[in-house]
């Protein structure tokens, strides 16, 4: 049976977008389901666009998602090298041979020619199209006698080496995830293949590579549909067999109208990036936010495919393992941050509690606090169903660690009473005396009295919360109190009465 090898072919032009990972992400399952290859090539010959740190990124991203290539720059292999400018030497000569065949050719019209011919085409309201019906026309060895486009190629005049499109002939070919499609080669134009500053294009280079390599399925975003003719053309030129080819459907943005992008992220406040990348400080990371990667790994997997049941958590080896390109969405998947972080939610709580103390005591001593890993374990159990992200533990525990150091406005107009504050203090007093500070013997207390006094439960409870809190937040208040201490419990509460007493 035929050897699967997919790659994911990035090109290092700044940081790697969640719709890349994804991209990679299928290759890597598509890969290990079928006991294939997976491959990451660098596509970097345009080098205009170009970034620095841009291919280190993507590596990293790729480790930290768990999507680790079998073959690339770092892992090597017998196909390589795997950077595109590596390979550089290996692309004219292909160039030259769809010249010798005659399905390419030299094309020398200078950049301001071209733009001359786009203008007077605007002009008269049409879309200029280097093709068939026009070549005949330009400056090129098609149109220009043997002796004078040789003479031109002596003299070093600048050129490029365009493909040959056929004027009118339906191209037929097949698409994993779109099923079959048609195209006239009417409706495309003459592709430049090579450059003329000596290097490939995209186009060349990606068809050369994946012939080389022997990649079986071409995986891809549906972005690169629309040269998908060309590159069935191209092998066709070159008479090799074409890989199968599989387009993703977009990522969409929160709404569904249109693509998912880094300014979305921005205005919505949630990162489209797997990392931070350190070139621009707005671009946020999934991992820096706090996400978990078995999390964002999950949930991107379900970002344009199904697995045709409920199931909503996935381990990798469970995606590997149902995994099918039949199950990929055709149309756009709707990027959705509150359920990003429900994931994060799922993965967080199956943690353990010591995982997470382990986690969070980091967040506990850089705000200059110490507690034992247990004593962390106990807080963890508390608030562990209410946040999504470690981060979160303290916003949701801070009063275990520091007495509240402001009291909630709105709390205190709503629920402090002029009897509020001799309540407390009768309330402090009940907790005084007891010999053990218990949740349990705390609680029983304190209903007893309220119940004995025949006092509203509610008001004295909010306000107490109020005095221990600072808000009306946090979890149950016998919790809370038998955490702090008796101690501490009575300190609050002085305090509390205090501060708000002489502001009513
Ligand atoms: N270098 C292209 C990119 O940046 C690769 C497209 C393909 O997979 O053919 O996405």
């Not at 990392?275 to 790994?297: H, I, M, N, Q, S």
């Not at 353990?352 to 200059?368: K, S, Y």
């Amino acid at each position: 049976m035929l050897q699967v090898r997919v790659r994911f072919a990035p090109s290092p032009t700044g940081p790697l977008h969640i719709g890349g990972v994804r991209t990679a992400l299928y290759n890597y399952l598509f890969a290990k389901k079928n006991n294939g290859v997976f491959i990451l090539r660098i596509e970097d010959t345009d080098q205009a666009r170009l970034v620095e740190g841009a291919e280190e990124y993507i590596m990293e991203s790729l480790k930290w998602c768990g999507i680790i290539p079998d073959e690339g720059i770092i892992e090597g292999g017998k196909y390589g090298p795997y950077r595109q400018s590596d390979r550089n030497r290996l692309f004219r000569q292909y160039a030259d041979i769809l010249v010798e065949k005659g399905e390419a050719y030299y094309a020398f019209d200078t950049p301001e020619q071209l733009e001359k011919l786009r203008t007077e085409s605007e002009k008269k309201g049409n879309t200029f199209i280097y093709n068939a019906s026009i070549r005949g026309k330009l400056n090129n060895s098609v149109s220009l006698p043997e002796s004078e486009w040789k003479a031109n190629l002596e003299k070093n005049k600048p050129y490029v080496i365009r493909y040959k499109m056929p004027l009118n002939e339906d191209i037929h070919f097949d698409d994993l995830v779109r099923g079959h499609i048609v195209v006239n080669t009417g409706t495309l134009d003459d592709k430049v293949l090579f450059k003329s500053d000596g290097m490939p294009t995209y186009h060349l280079a990606n068809i050369v590579d994946d012939h080389l390599m022997e990649i079986s399925h071409v995986i891809r975003g549906e972005e690169w549909l629309p040269s998908l003719p060309l590159h069935v053309m191209l092998y066709r030129s070159f008479g090799w067999e074409a890989p199968l080819f599989a387009h993703l459907p977009l990522l969409l943005k929160p709404d569904g109208k249109g693509k998912l992008s880094k300014r979305d992220g921005d205005r919505m406040g949630f990162p489209v990036f797997p990392l931070y990348w350190p070139y621009d400080e707005t671009a946020k990371g999934y991992r820096e936010e706090g996400y978990y990667p078995e999390a964002f790994v999950n949930m991107i997997a379900l970002l344009g495919w199904n697995p045709g049941t409920e199931q909503e958590i996935f381990s990798m080896e469970e995606l590997i393992n149902l995994f099918s390109i039949e199950r990929v969405h055709k149309s756009g998947s709707r990027f959705d941050p509150e359920k990003a972080k429900w994931f994060n939610h799922q993965y967080l709580k199956h943690r353990t509690n010591n995982q997470l103390a382990l986690e969070f005591r980091d967040f506990v001593r850089a705000r200059g606090y110490h507690m034992d890993i247990i004593e962390l374990e106990t807080l963890i159990s508390l608030v562990k169903e209410r946040v999504s992200f470690v981060k979160e533990i303290w916003q949701e525990t801070d009063f275990f660690f520091k007495a509240p150091e402001t009291y909630d406005q709105e709390v205190i107009k709503k629920r402090w009473k002029p009897e509020t504050s001799e309540l407390l203090l009768e309330l402090k007093s009940v907790l005084g005396n007891l010999e053990v500070f218990s949740p349990l013997s705390t609680e029983q207390a304190v209903k007893a009295w309220i119940e004995e006094k025949r006092y509203n439960t509610g008001a004295i409870m909010n306000a107490f919360r109020l005095v221990i809190v600072g808000e009306s937040r946090g979890p149950h208040m016998f919790d809370i109190i038998s955490w702090i201490g008796q101690e501490e419990t009575r300190k609050r509460i002085d305090k509390g009465v205090s501060v708000i007493g002489k502001q009513i």
